[in-house]
């Protein structure tokens, strides 16, 4: 039996119908149509799924929909601000820190969690927050420096105040 | 139409820039807008009305014959609109064109399993269903009942007379075997002062690109039109399969290519699944998807070639090598899908970077019950190249030399380049020896060997491996004739099509696919280069798409191949449209056309000074033709076939211009290995790459990082490894290790610039890497490991491994206290 599941998407106010056993990010994909989260896998390792609920990074392959009803969602989509990239989208273009692209969104997310709440991280530290992200392509040198320009260029610049970010 | 050229020979290295010297700059990615921004268009990311979805039903068995398959309960669950087996499938399709000759040819290969499943993960009945959820629930209805036969589980003995046969059509698990032989081998034993016998095993692992197959497709009866979307890098050579599978005429078939998430050759044996949503979209009428599980790509993807050697080496005493002998075994798994081209393309590398000039190699590839092989990263050749630093490891060491020496006194050198091997295949430039220098350099060797020996007196190992490697680009397909002479390929091609509008905007499309090397960017570059424009005024059209895309049969991102195949296709398709733009202009500006030039967006005299916007040029040309006289050209539409000067190799002797250019790598690597436990710590990683000129160095870098990463986390992490009984071990992320940001440290790069005289713009081709991470990571377990005596003959080093090899030794230079 489908019901009716009514989350904060972005900043919007979004709705659709999920059975009980829908994934969180089937629900995204299929019936908001918001295509940035990526599947990799089937167990919850490869992180291309990652977004943020309630201002935390999760897999979400490893949530239900159903269980995301009433709570914020962060996607990739809705990271640029009036048409502005994000500091981390613009590093991580800057920085070449991507090839085919596929992992970035849930790379970007997992890295925009870590900058939140360690505005000036550490190599060993960046590391540790994107170990959950599997890069396929860049063997993560470029990612790791993406983040830490996107940091430094952060700590000059106020980031714009995320419509969903709790602290 | 555009007029289609091809040029007889290859293309000239350019003249110097004349417009704006975009090739050679790192600019960020044109596709990096997208990826950033969660608007990339990915396989699974396509929706067509009223898709249908497929969930496939997997053997558990290695080997056995299917009895039964019960799909009643199955089809009468909510959401199923049709359950199909093998036996149906069998029906509508005709089975898989063979590589292999006789008696190969004749193996029956379809889409799904047919009276016998040979691997665990084959796929032997589909469910079609509304959603993705129902067609999964129906598949785990579907009862199949089988007789369960004994396994053939590695090459060797599946080679034997009395193994079991998995394709009783043949009467043998034998897909193909010759005997490779160069110069004179049993001359070089004779004259040898050592004869190093070895056995060595290249692991069966793949490089999982993080995006999964997928495919959709959609077949409209009122016209008799399928349009196929996949995630195939390779889809217009697979199309004649295709094609010829599915029993329609090519012009009924339409392929798109979206974004690709990575490949690294993986997505080439997709093929089976292409035909499977084709033939239920045909069926049902209506769109058909299939997206892969990560479980079903390790089962049933596409596994690298897991190869046996039993090698002799002859040796002078001084570490000169001067022969090699012996037999590889190539495990292919129970389809032989791409291959057995396997079983010549190492042989573009067959004596590597090295001067001896005698080998001979009985290769043999046979069907075993394993995943089919198919293209991985450095293809067919890493495989070769590990043998080859392996030995020179062993000569070093059994002669008490220096690892290095012994290279650097093998090494074809700098002042015999171009040089052709005994199997005439070329070396165009480069110098090893100094590439090697300069990584010992970038180590501080001096200072690692006394660290290393301090570390050792405190009971901790300290490694240092040092391997090198070719990247080949540009391969021969004639050189599947070796293998089977009716094969109807040969050379290698690539079309590119360069355009302006009546705005005077100027746009692109090439064969190759893109999966993640930038192919958008390093295109607008390019032409934005040749015709004097800035990289964003170009637009590249994404993906790949048949109806909008120029192609040839060996159009496709693999082997290392767009920026010489592709590059030189652009190069061509960018000049001639310069030249017709320059005629036109010329004419309006009352000049000769040699007088024009193209810069900032303008078509200017250079003696006048006087100038035209392109866009003028491209209304004049297209919409206000009659200021032209009536017998100049107007056609800005230029596709261009590149197509470099092979010739087709003797099937008798084996020999041949395999390829047409090489890049070469040297790599090092510094680890501890904790003796106690057998894990390894790769401390630092260094590589030196000379892929000729660089048209964006930032990619290049990219594609340099990516690969020895893909050869770091093979050697210590990635194993598709079997039990006895035929199971797959590693069925998911949880078992198959993919290096994690924590696993690998910053890979540090330089580059070396020896411009190619073999490919265009003097480009070598960047991307696979050769696999040099597995025998540098070998070398420096061996290193770190000396003092136990210990050697490995495999290119997996697990802790087990390490370990087991350990047991028992103790250390030669004993602990303090």
Not at chain 1, 14 to 38: I, K, P, Q, S, Y
Not at chain 2, 443 to 456: F, G, T, V
Not at chain 2, 738 to 756: K, R, W
């Given at each position: ?167 | ?177 010759g005997v490779y032989e160069y110069g004179d081998v049993d001359g070089a034993f004779a004259q040898a002062d050592l004869v190093i016998q070895e056995?060595f ?108 050697f039993q090698i002799e080496a002859a040796v002078r005493k001084d570490g000169t090598l001067l022969g090699l002998r012996g037999e590889a ?15 010549v393309i190492w042989a573009q590398v067959a004596f590597s970077m090295y001067r001896h000039k005698n080998l001979r190699l009985h290769f ?17 050749r890493?495989q070769h190249l590990f043998l080859y630093e392996r030995i020179m490891d062993r000569i070093a060491?059994r002669l008490?030399l220096?690892?290095?020496e012994v290279r650097e006194r093998n090494f074809v050198r700098a002042d015999e380049m171009p040089y052709q091997a005994p199997n005439g295949t070329v070396l165009d430039g480069g110098d090893y020896a100094?590439?090697l ?31 090198a490697a070719l990247?080949s680009?540009?391969?021969n397909?004639?050189q599947?004739?070796v ?164 010739r087709?190799p003797s099937h008798v002797d084996k020999k041949g211009n395999f390829t047409?250019?090489y890049?070469y ?105 050769g ?47």
């Open positions: 039996m489908k019901r009716k599941v009514s989350l904060r998407v972005n900043g919007e106010e979004r709705e659709g119908w999920a059975e009980d056993r829908m994934l969180l990010v089937h629900f995204l994909r299929d019936e908001l149509n918001l295509t940035g989260t990526h599947i990799g896998c089937d167990t919850g390792h490869c992180g291309a799924c990652t977004v943020l609920l309630d201002g935390k990074s999760v897999k979400s392959c490893m949530v239900l929909a159903v269980q995301a009803q009433g709570r914020k969602v962060e996607t990739i989509e809705g990271l640029e601000r009036e048409g502005k990239l994000h500091p981390l989208q613009e590093a991580f273009r800057e920085h070449h820190g991507l090839q085919c692209g596929y992992c970035t969104p849930g790379m970007i997310l997992s890295s925009l969690y870590l900058l939140r709440h360690n505005p000036s991280p550490s190599e060993e530290e960046i590391r540790r927050a994107i170990s959950g992200n599997l890069c396929r392509c860049t063997g993560y040198v470029n990612i790791v420096k993406a983040v830490r320009a996107a940091s430094e260029r952060m700590a000059t610049r106020v980031e714009a105040p995320s419509t969903e970010e709790t602290g | 139409m555009s007029a289609a050229r091809t040029s007889p020979r290859s293309v000239a290295v350019p003249a110097p820039a004349e417009g704006t010297g975009w090739v050679g700059k790192s600019i960020p990615t044109k596709e990096s807008v997208r990826f950033t921004t969660g608007h990339g268009s990915y396989l699974d990311d396509v929706k067509l009305e009223g898709t249908a979805h497929i969930a496939l039903v997997h053997s558990p068995y290695a080997h056995a014959r299917i009895r039964s398959i019960d799909v009643k309960e199955a089809s009468a669950m909510p959401g199923v609109l049709a359950v199909y087996t093998g036996e149906d499938i069998r029906k509508l399709v005709d089975p898989f064109m063979q590589l292999a000759p006789p008696p190969a040819d004749k193996v029956l290969d379809y889409p799904l399993a047919v009276e016998k499943v040979r691997f665990v993960g084959e796929p032997v009945a589909v469910v079609v269903a509304r959603d993705r959820y129902l067609a999964a629930d129906a598949a785990e209805m579907v009862q199949v009942d089988y007789d369960v036969l004994p396994p053939v589980m590695d090459a060797e003995s599946a080679a034997s007379p009395s193994a079991p046969i998995l394709h009783e059509a043949i009467g043998t698990n034998r897909v193909w075997d056995k095993h290249y692991h069966r692992f793949n490089s999982a690109p993080l995006e999964l197959n997928a495919a959709l497709a959609s077949f409209d009866r009122r016209t008799g039109e399928l349009t196929l979307y996949t995630n195939n890098v390779m889809p217009m050579f697979c199309m004649p399969l295709v094609a010829s599978s599915l029993r329609l005429p090519s012009d009924r078939i339409r392929v798109i290519v979206p974004d690709v998430g990575g490949s690294f050759g993986n997505k080439i044996n997709s093929f089976p699944y292409m035909v499977l949503v084709s033939v239920l979209s045909m069926q049902l009428g209506r769109p058909v998807k299939w997206t892969e599980l990560r479980s079903e790509f390790l089962a049933a993807g596409t596994h690298g070639n897991e190869r046996t075994f190539d495990d292919t798994g129970a389809y032989a899908r791409y291959e057995p081209a396997g079983a043999h590839s046979v069907f075993t019950n394993k995943c089919p092989v198919g293209p991985n990263r450095g293809y067919s890493a060491d008490g220096d690892r290095g100094r590439a220098h300069r990584v010992q350099e970038m180590l501080d060797l001096p200072s690692l060997r006394a660290q290393q020996k301090a570390l050792r007196a405190r009971g901790r190992y300290l490694g240092v491996g040092i391997a990247d680009a540009g391969n397909f004639a599947v004739r293998i089977n002479p009716h094969l109807p390929f040969s050379g290698n091609s690539e079309s590119a099509r360069v355009w302006m509008d009546m705005m005077g905007r100027v746009h692109v499309a090439m064969g190759p696919t893109n999966q993640g090397q930038g192919h958008e960017t390093m295109a607008s570059q390019i032409v934005a280069h040749e015709l004097g424009l800035n990289p964003e005024d170009v637009h590249a059209l994404p993906g790949f798409d048949s109806h909008s895309h120029p192609y040839t049969g060996h159009s496709g991102a693999y082997a290392s191949r767009t920026a010489v195949m592709g590059g030189g296709a652009l190069l061509g398709a960018a000049r001639e449209l310069r030249r017709r733009i320059q005629v036109i202009a010329a004419h309006l500006l009352k000049t000769a056309p040699e007088d024009i030039l193209l810069e900032k967006g303008e078509a200017r005299s250079r003696r006048t000074g006087n100038a035209l916007p392109l866009s003028v040029i491209g209304g004049v040309a297209l919409g206000n033709s009659l200021e032209l006289p009536l017998d100049m050209d107007t056609n800005l539409s230029v596709t261009y076939v590149y197509r470099p000067p092979f087709i047409l250019t890049s790598q040297v790599h090092g690597a510094v680890v501890e290995v904790d003796p106690e436990t057998g894990k390894v710590h790769l401390r630092r990683y260094v590589a030196v790459d000379d892929c000729g000129n660089m048209i964006n160095p930032a990619i290049v870098e990219g594609q340099v990082i990516g690969a020895a990463v893909h050869g770091i986390e093979a050697a210590l992490l990635c194993e598709a490894k079997y039990g006895a009984d035929g199971q797959l071990l590693a069925s998911s992320f949880t078992d198959y290790l993919c290096a994690t940001s924590l696993d690998v440290p910053p890979v540090e790069v330089e580059h070396f610039i020896t411009p190619s005289t073999a490919g265009p713009m003097g480009v070598r081709g960047v991307g696979e890497g696999g040099t991470a597995l025998p540098a990571l070998a070398a420096a377990v061996e290193d770190a490991l000396s003092p136990f005596g210990v050697t490995f003959q495999d290119s997996h080093l697990t802790p087990e491994r390490i370990q087991s090899a350990m047991r028992g030794r103790a250390p030669t230079v004993p602990s303090p206290p």
